[in-house]
């Protein structure tokens, strides 16, 4: 790997799903604020619903979600009881009902019986206009997939399916605690095809323990064969200060930042031969997907759901830890389920932390957005690029090497720099200089 190119692969950047980055949210905004926020939209307002479901049969050791494994059943009856009063709590602080997209994510949303599943699926409907419903997606563990799983999503209009497959090494799989053979995943995706959801997502990932770039092309050379729509290629965060359950992976057994770099380059390579398109740092579709006709448009945005198509006028966030993005700023729930439930139950939001959006921090968001989903940004709104002379040179490595350039008000990323975006984001990131908050390496 060009010497170049590893310093900027060694450093480490936020994944911007939001501006400012979640570590940058305070205790000063609650459920009052929340609460507010929700009773100004709009009555003709577009929402996104995101469901969080906080719970795992067993826990993987690469995973940074906010989950606990439940091995009984009475947590995740408690919690459906509890998530349908914050669905009703939610509905009545505001006049906006139009519901235009619902995520469930988790956790693992498919611990939900089909039963409980159509109880919420069922409250939602109850509570929210979805006759706008155009997106309606739901996240995977193949291993607790069944035909009748399947047919209460395909019932309740979901028409996405996210698989979380990570790796098809046997002995990758063992290194991360998550052994799923292909065959579980392949009769997973037909249970779901047969019920008649035909979009389907592959989420792997690279920089995983023991694994190669041979082992990485294997993966995405079998996930393929399953025909999907679309395949997400996320990096493995290795964050053991963060998530505990990751001192399980030796440090010793992950690839090296040149190694990460190879491999990241190897994938797209492979997923491109196989006709996928690349899409901002870490997707892919087919170029007949909405996603890819999205980008090539610049249509593209992003969101805590990563790349999207549309955006809503505000993403309303259910469950722990969950995260909503309303005009005014964010409110995320508190991510323990004793807190959030707690909190619901008493008559209030469980909300515990946000960000009130200034001026500022909206010109910066939509810049981020832009270099992380078009390679480019307009620093017009930021007074042009005379008035970002210490933005500009935060990239000054770059700007020498010849990867990003400055043309007029434009900041241009170049091929090569692309898979470095998130530090071409960070150098506009107002916030990145505050605090200590570790993130994972750039690729």
Known sequence: MDSRLLAYAERQAPRYTSYPTAPHFSAQTGDSAAQEWLSELDRDASLSLYLHVPFCRQLCWYCGCNTYAARRDEPVLDFVDTLLAEIDLVSSFSSAKRVTEIHWGGGTPNILSPEQFKRIAERLAQRFDLSDLAAHAIELDPRYVDAAKAEAYAAAGVNRVSFGVQDLNERVQQ??????????????????????????????????????????????????????????????????????????????????????????????????????????????ALPADELARAA??????????????????????????????????????????????????????????????????????????????????????????????????????????????????????????QPFCRLVGMAFDAYAARGAARHSRAV
């Open 175 to 284: 290194a991360i605690g998550r052994v799923q053979p292909l065959d579980i995943v392949a009769r997973a995706v037909e249970f779901v095809r047969q019920a008649g959801i035909d979009e389907i997502n592959v989420d792997l990932m690279y920089g995983l323990p023991h694994q190669t770039v041979d082992d990485l092309r294997n993966s995405i050379r079998l996930a393929a064969g399953l025909n999907p729509n679309r395949v997400a290629l996320f990096g493995y965060a290795h964050v053991p200060w963060f998530k505990k359950r990751q001192r399980l992976i030796p440090e010793a057994s992950l690839p090296g930042a040149g190694e990460r770099f190879e491999q990241a380059a190897a994938a797209q390579s492979e997923l491109e031969t196989l006709g996928y398109v690349a899409i901002g740092l870490d997707h892919f």
């Open 296 to 417: 090539a448009s610049g249509a593209l945005r992003r969101s805590f759901q990563g790349y999207v198509v549309q955006e809503a006028d505000a993403i309303v966030g259910l469950g722990p830890s969950a995260i909503s993005t309303l005009p005014q700023g964010y409110a995320q729930n508190a991510p323990e389920p004793g807190a959030w439930a707690q909190a619901i139950l008493q008559g209030k939001l469980a909300t515990v932390r946000g960000h009130a959006l200034s001026a500022d921090d909206r010109i910066r968001r939509r810049l981020i957005e832009q270099i992380m989903c078009d390679f480019e940004g307009d620093l017009a709104p930021l007074g042009g690029a005379a008035a970002c002379a210490d933005e500009l040179a935060a990239l000054t490595p770059m700007l020498s090497d010849g990867m990003v350039r400055i043309e007029g008000d434009k900041v241009q990323l170049s091929p090569e720099a």
